[in-house]
């Protein structure tokens, strides 16, 4: 990665931090991942070429510039959902900041209404929005993954009680491999060894 690229990310997770401890109202921090979990979930689709990624919870942008960045070399494209309308221009912003704009589609809405919407097909899926609804949103995303997609997800140590359900939703695909990388908040890892069906 370019130096100019990681010294905006590092400004962006400074930013989202000092954001994050000043603000009280949850719609207006911006919840942005953990470092070394952007690094390791961004390291993890650009070595394996991924080109075709969706990820759920956009916030400003800066995990999407991870993303972005992730599939830039193999030629790829991001999409990405989050519901808040007044972090779209910041979203939106970050990634012209970062010059990786063409690469992703934004969409503002409601997760699991836009993904009823979307074709795919996806060969990853990061999920880092409400963890109530992943396991509908799962459950659609499934026949739009391609085989060896890669499945994650955020706070699968975090907030044990809220991803259970998820997890178990994702643990009962019978083509999944599936582990938990204790990296950050948790992340949820699986691999989808066979097409679904
Ligand atoms: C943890 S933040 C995402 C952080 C971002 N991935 C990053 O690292 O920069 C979660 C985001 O999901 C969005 N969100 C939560 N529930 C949602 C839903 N049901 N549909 C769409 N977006 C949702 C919130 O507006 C919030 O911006």
């Known amino acids: ?3 100019a690229l990681r010294d905006l990310l590092v400004e962006l997770q400074t930013w989202g ?4 401890e000043r603000e009280q109202d949850r719609p207006k921090k911006m919840l942005n991942l953990e470092p070394d979990t952007a690094h390791f979930i961004s390291m993890l689709m650009r070595s394996s070429q991924r080109k075709a990624v969706l990820e759920i919870g956009t916030s400003n942008g800066y995990s999407t ?4 960045w992730a599939v830039s070399a193999a030629g790829g494209r991001v999409t990405s959902l989050d519901r808040n309308r007044d972090k ?3 979203a939106d912003a970050n990634l012209r900041r970062a010059g990786l704009r063409d690469l992703v589609d934004l969409r503002v809405g409601d997760a699991t209404e ?8 996806f060969d990853a899926v990061f999920f880092d929005a409400d963890r ?3 396991p509908a949103q799962l459950k659609l995303l499934l026949p739009k993954l391609l085989p060896g997609a890669l499945i994650l997800a955020d706070n699968a140590l975090s907030h044990p009680e809220e991803i259970a359900p998820y997890l178990a939703a994702i643990q009962a695909v019978p083509e999944v491999e ?9 992340v949820s890892l699986a ?3 066979n097409p679904v069906g």
């Open 17 to 20: 931090r000092e954001n994050d």
């Open 191 to 193: 691999y989808l060894d």
């Open 88 to 90: 779209h221009p910041l």
């Open 178 to 186: 599936h582990m938990i990388v204790p990296i950050g908040k948790g």
């Open 114 to 121: 836009l993904v009823g919407t979307l074709t795919g097909p």
């Open 132 to 134: 109530i609804s992943a």
């Open 1 to 3: 990665m370019q130096k």
């Open 65 to 68: 510039i991870w993303l972005a």
